[in-house]
């Protein structure tokens, strides 16, 4: 069983169109995330939540907004693509916030926006 | 802010032969975990080894140890008996104890081994 799934894995869309990316995770864990890698591969946290707390990376535009209908869900929703924002984005899972946990990771959407 | 630093885009290595992977950190906490991270080609981002920050013992995973030299803020990734399914981009990962902390990544080494 996949312990932590992404759909999409991959996602085409045009500039300007709204999309969202569903995350779901049977690991029974109380915090996930959203991580964005860019064409560099370069890997940053967009969003951590754990009991309906949510944590924003100060650099995520507002166009970006996840949703949690229930603890094993995250869902990232994003609003008038832009080109900038074609990415792999990962989500990720883990016990709790402490940073002990070992985050498990989806295999990831690949959006491309033209 | 916390900084990850890998200052090897890539590396090779021959199978069977042993590789090291450099990562260093800047940060002003005293407490915290550091990471390997493995992602092959299928993206899948996989986690080697695990560090803690006030164990003085290096961490080891099979044929996966660290290096740990806490003074000096580097984090080294060893790699013994290198087989061709250890390609793969590799990410060293820093997180803070405290303080709403997020994983902060490096900009990762792609290996290669070769046959």
């Known amino acids: 069983d996949t312990a932590v799934s992404q759909t999409p894995k991959y996602l085409v869309t045009q500039m300007g169109n709204d999309k969202s990316i569903k995350c779901e995770q049977n690991?029974?864990?109380?915090?996930m995330y959203w991580y964005k890698q860019d064409s560099k591969k370069f890997l940053k946290i967009m969003f951590s939540?754990?009991?309906?707390?949510?944590?924003i990376n100060e650099t995520v535009p507002n166009r970006f907004s996840p949703k949690s209908p229930d603890k094993a869900h995250l869902n990232l929703h994003i609003n008038s693509l832009e080109l900038g924002d074609s990415a792999v984005y990962f989500c990720?899972?883990?016990?709790?916030?402490?940073?002990?946990?070992?985050?498990?990771f989806g295999p990831g959407t690949r959006l491309t926006v033209t | 802010a916390q900084t990850v630093t890998q200052s090897q885009p890539e590396m090779s290595v021959q199978e069977a032969e042993t590789v090291t992977l450099s990562c260093t950190y800047d940060?002003?906490?005293?407490?915290?975990?550091l990471f390997w991270y493995k992602q092959p080609p299928s993206r899948q981002m996989i986690l080697v080894i695990r560090q803690e920050a006030y164990k003085q013992q290096n961490a080891t995973e099979n044929r996966f140890s660290v290096n740990f030299q806490k003074a000096a803020k580097s984090f080294s990734l060893k790699i013994s008996d290198s087989q061709l399914g250890d390609a793969a981009m590799y990410f060293c990962a820093y997180r803070g104890r405290y303080n709403n902390n997020d994983m902060r990544f490096g900009a990762g080494t792609r290996l290669t081994v070769k046959p």
């Open positions: 690991l029974g864990h109380d915090t």
């Open positions: 990720a899972s883990s016990q709790g916030r402490l940073a002990g946990y070992e985050q498990y």
């Open positions: 940060t002003s906490e005293s407490d915290y975990y």
């Open positions: 939540y754990n009991n309906k707390e949510l944590i």
